[in-house]
Antibody, heavy 120, light 108 residues
């Protein structure tokens, strides 16, 4: 079964850091680009960051550029999001998602999400 | 950045009726790379449609997508009780990949 399982969310103070993880199973992880998408409570979906299958190409939304870093370990089938200088507006459920086929594709598999709360 | 505007914001219908949801882009979507997702409360989004009109794996044929350029439509031919949810469109033809604000489909 194809599955994504996020972890690492929690409560952090403004200016703090957090690292999210997403464990993948059921597919050839290294063959697919992966992304992070977030959703604030009661709000819509916002694409955050993407990384190619090899990990050599990354792309971030302007809202997180310079603060968030996406990476992956294909030997561990795991995707990461390092979040630094966190702000209250980063509070959201963070989903990892798999590109359906090619780089920049629709997201065909989603994790269940992990909650990040930035508050003092 | 391409801005997607979905309408209506809320759609109230009864089971068995036909639902038509709209997604309009601020500029032409390259390759008609437009997707539709369904999200139920407390759940992750689920891919329904990609490339404007192709159904994702396991999606019932009552869901169909159409459109091109800047105007796209998701149609649910006969609503089932499990179809009441929030629906998002997303363009992935250009960076950044952007989502619409969502349409809530509620039971009348």
């Amino acid at each position: 079964e194809v599955q994504l399982l996020e972890s690492g969310g929690g409560l952090v103070q403004p200016g703090g850091s957090l690292r999210l993880s997403c464990a993948a199973s059921g597919f050839t992880f290294r063959s697919y680009a992966m992304s992070w998408v977030r959703q604030a409570q009661g709000k819509g979906l916002e694409w955050v960051s993407s990384i190619s299958g090899s990990g050599t190409t990354t792309y971030n939304a302007e809202s997180v550029k310079g603060r968030f870093t996406i990476s992956r370990d294909n030997s561990k089938n795991t995707l990461y999001l390092q979040m630094n200088s966190l702000r209250a507006e980063d509070t959201a459920v963070y989903y990892c998602a798999k590109d359906r086929d090619i780089w920049g594709d629709a997201f065909d598999i989603w994790g269940q999400g992990t909650m990040v709360t930035v508050s003092s | 950045e391409i801005v997607l505007t979905q309408s209506p914001g809320t759609l109230s219908l009864s089971p068995g009726e036909r639902a038509t949801l709209s997604c309009r882009a601020s500029q032409s979507v390259s390759g008609n790379y437009l997707a539709w997702y369904q999200q139920k409360p407390g759940q992750a989004p689920r891919l329904l449609i990609y490339v404007a009109s192709s159904r994702a794996t396991g999606i019932p044929d009552r869901f169909s997508g159409s459109g091109s350029g800047t105007d796209f439509t998701l149609t649910i031919s006969r609503l089932e009780p499990e179809d009441f949810a929030v629906y998002y469109c997303q363009q992935y033809g250009s960076s950044p990949r952007s989502f619409g604000q969502g349409t809530k489909l509620e039971i009348k």
